[in-house]
């Protein structure tokens, strides 16, 4: 019976798009697909071919020790020897008419009669009829085998023929520059016999209906490639974009980030310019005077060239990794890249930290940086200046007067 109820009933039962597939190959390549005989193995038929001219007398014998020829799908597997004889009349070679006849040679026999010599019936494929009916039909003409040659244009090419109901007589398919050969001999008068005999057994031959299932099968294989590529394409561009329009975002975020800190020219006496000075951690070089610097919100210094780049890519400080924008209060939304800036609270209030601000931030972005100052605030010298007059003169001042400062300091 084959496979194809268990197909059936396991794709019914809701089984998988592979599993599916998986079935489709198996029933492709199956020995025993259901209705036809082409998955089953195919024997091949060696073909001893011999010449005669009768005028002469003269015997030619080829001997062929090739496969030749390949059994039909329902022929008998056996030998079987006679006198090649095509079909009567000119376009007569394809035998589909039902009244096509055979010259059949004749030999003498008893009390002067005449007797039928053992033929075969040497037949053109093609012609609009099956090879059923022209294996049948020279059943019915007497013959012992049928031997059918291919059409025109494909050289020695065989098939194995599917016949049903003309299984009585041996039929073999042989190519058609050979069955042409041998016809071309017939009709300058030469006799030609041929010998069959049971050749080699081979794997089985992939049939129509088989083909016609792995056809499907990797159609149905490519379509789900290519959909698959095309939605992971699509998903992927999809996120590129995502991407590069989040980076475009934070970008400009860092750039007013940026232009948010504070710069400051180095100047003679400075502590970063004394003896134990420090250097730029980006450079690696000592600083100078008159070097433009910018102070991060964590009150670390580098050079303005070297660390606006940076700044500009990684919104981080290099050495203690502090997020400047979350230091300057803008706040980046981590699923669809919106960006919330908080409202800048006022210059006495935005000075000075609050308990709780310290506790988030890092020891260092705490200890001297006003994460947001105003345009008009004094510069951070002046504030120190100031600072040092009122402890001059005994007067305490104003909390925020002294920015990023603490009382201990």
């Known amino acids: 019976m084959g496979p194809w109820p268990g197909a059936w009933v396991s794709c019914r039962c809701g089984c998988g798009f592979s599993r599916f597939l998986a079935w489709c ?29 009768p005028q002469t007398g003269v015997n030619r014998t080829v001997w062929e020790l090739s496969e030749e020829g390949v059994y039909g799908q329902d022929s008998p597997l056996e030998p079987v020897a006679g006198v090649l004889v095509p079909p009567d009349g000119p376009g007569a070679l394809n035998a589909c008419n039902p009244h096509t006849n055979f010259t059949v040679p004749t030999v003498p026999g008893y009390w002067g009669n005449t007797v039928q010599v053992s033929w075969l019936a040497l037949i053109q494929r093609g012609g609009g009829c099956t090879f059923a009916d022209k294996i049948h039909l020279a059943y019915e003409r007497g013959a012992s085998g049928a031997v059918i040659f291919n059409f025109p244009g494909t050289r020695n090419e065989v098939i194995p023929m599917s016949h049903p109901g003309a299984g009585d007589i041996v039929a073999i398919m042989i190519g058609n520059l050979k069955g042409t050969k041998i016809l071309q001999s017939i009709q300058r008068g030469i006799q030609v016999t041929m010998v069959i005999e049971v050749g080699k057994k081979h794997g089985p031959w992939v049939n129509h209906y088989s083909i016609f299932l792995v056809s499907v099968s990797f159609f149905i294989i490519t379509a789900a490639t290519v959909g698959y590529f095309i939605f992971y394409s699509a998903r992927r561009l999809r996120n590129t974009r995502a991407q590069t329009r989040k980076q475009r975002q934070l970008k400009a975020d860092a750039k007013k980030a940026i232009g948010r800190l504070q710069l400051r020219t180095l100047k003679q006496g400075d502590k970063e310019i004394g003896p134990d000075g420090d250097s730029c951690a980006v450079c690696i070089e000592l600083y100078k005077p008159n070097d433009l610097v910018r102070i991060l919100t964590c009150n670390h210094i580098f050079h303005k060239t070297c660390v606006d780049p940076w700044l500009l890519e990684h919104r981080t400080c290099p ?58 605030e004094p510069p951070l010298e002046e504030h120190v200046q100031s600072a ?15 920015v990023g400062h603490s009382p201990a300091s």
């Open 319 to 376: 050495m203690c990794k502090c997020d400047i924008l979350k230091a300057l209060g803008i706040e980046v939304g981590v699923e669809d890249g919106s960006v919330s800036l908080q409202v800048p609270v006022s210059n006495d209030t935005s000075s000075s930290a609050s308990p709780h601000e310290e506790d988030d931030r890092s020891e260092t972005a705490s200890s001297g940086y006003a994460s947001v100052q105003g345009t008009d």
């Open 25 to 53: 190959f198996l029933l492709a390549l199956s020995p025993q697909a259901p209705g036809s005989r082409g998955a089953e193995a195919v024997w091949t038929a060696y073909l001893n071919v011999s010449w005669r001219v």
């Open 388 to 402: 040092s007059k009122h402890y001059a003169e005994g007067q305490v001042p104003h909390k925020g007067s002294i």
